[in-house]
């Protein structure tokens, strides 16, 4: 099996070293935070058992506090690092050096462009971006995103390599910002937001439709399928309509900005769109959980 490393002990890389080590492979983890690295196994085990998975799979996870140990005989290596384009930058002009020739080397990036990661490497064929959902252990996509110097082969090494562990890899062939699932979630949150924001409804009914309608759909209707269904020329007709009044501002949406600047940040301050208390943040993360266990379960992974 392939040598793994995980460049980042927290919760996206813990996520990502748990599923590689319950397929059995052996994963390197290192981290500037001794905490993290020294907490990882018990982290892992204890999310395998609330899982009623193997919590023996957490001891094929190696924490690692030198990062030239952990990459040195590494076949891949996952960056899960802060959202800094500097410190990304730096670190695979770093593990160029450190890792085999052949190593493949992928950011776990949300939206920064891997172009721009990567644009100073002088073995940009075998670099690339693998986009993990949170939790990584349950939700099943993982976007590639393959740069104009990514090798087709070394794209297809960790597509091949992504779908035996478990995932569902999906192939981005153009390198844009957000690349799939997050232009289409914020898309759908721009309106949203734009909703509220021009007194339509409140946010609360916001997620009602949501949740109540084609949310519902979404798991087993795409939204092309669902054009398809309806046929293109009604959803044609539809967009003729509809598309002249959606929100098209290009920025953010100054009502979530002024959210910001009034420090209603959300769950982290109790108080976003919504009012949270921790009793009710506890309840959403329950649900959430036990749906994307229910989902998996249904789908026997």
């Not at 290192?30 to 204890?46: E, K």
């Not at 085999?100 to 776990?108: D, V």
């Not at 949300?110 to 064929?125: F, N, Q």
Request: some cysteine; glycine content about 8%; aromatic content about 4%.
């Amino acid at each position: 099996m392939e040598k793994i490393a995980v460049i980042g002990a927290g919760l996206m890389g813990q996520g990502i070293a748990q599923v590689f080590a319950l397929a059995g492979h052996r994963v390197n983890v290192h981290d500037v935070q001794q905490a993290a690295l020294d907490s990882l196994v018990a982290r892992t085990a204890r999310t395998l058992t609330d899982l009623e998975l193997d919590a023996a799979a957490a001891q094929r996870i190696t924490p690692v506090a030198d990062l030239r140990e952990t990459v040195r005989d590494a076949d891949v290596v996952f960056e899960a690092g802060p959202e800094d384009l500097a410190w990304k930058q730096d670190l695979f002009g770093r593990l160029e050096t450190l890792t085999p020739a052949h190593a493949l080397l992928a950011s776990n990036t949300s939206a920064i462009p891997i172009t721009r990661i990567m644009e100073r490497l002088a073995s940009g064929h075998r670099a690339l971006g693998t986009h993990w959902w949170n939790p990584p252990y349950l939700v099943p996509l993982v976007e590639i995103v393959k740069t104009p110097a990514t090798g087709a082969s070394e794209a297809q090494t960790m597509f091949d390599l992504l779908a035996r562990v478990g995932k569902t890899p999906a192939m981005v062939k153009k390198d844009i910002a957000g690349f799939i699932g997050n232009r289409l979630q914020h898309a759908l949150w721009r309106e949203a937001i734009a909703l509220v924001a021009d007194g339509v409804c409140d946010a609360k009914t916001v997620d009602t439709v949501v949740k109540a309608s084609f949310g519902r759909r979404l798991p087993v209707l795409g939204p092309l399928e669902n054009a398809d269904l309806v046929g293109t020329d009604l959803t044609l007709a539809i967009h003729r309509v509809l598309l002249p009044e959606i929100e098209n501002h290009a920025g953010p949406s100054p009502y979530l900005e002024a959210l910001v600047r009034e420090g209603r940040l959300g769950m982290k301050t109790g108080e976003g769109f919504m009012q949270w208390t921790p009793e009710a943040q506890d309840a959403l993360r329950s649900r959430v959980l036990q749906h994307l266990k229910l989902m998996n379960a249904n789908e026997g992974r």
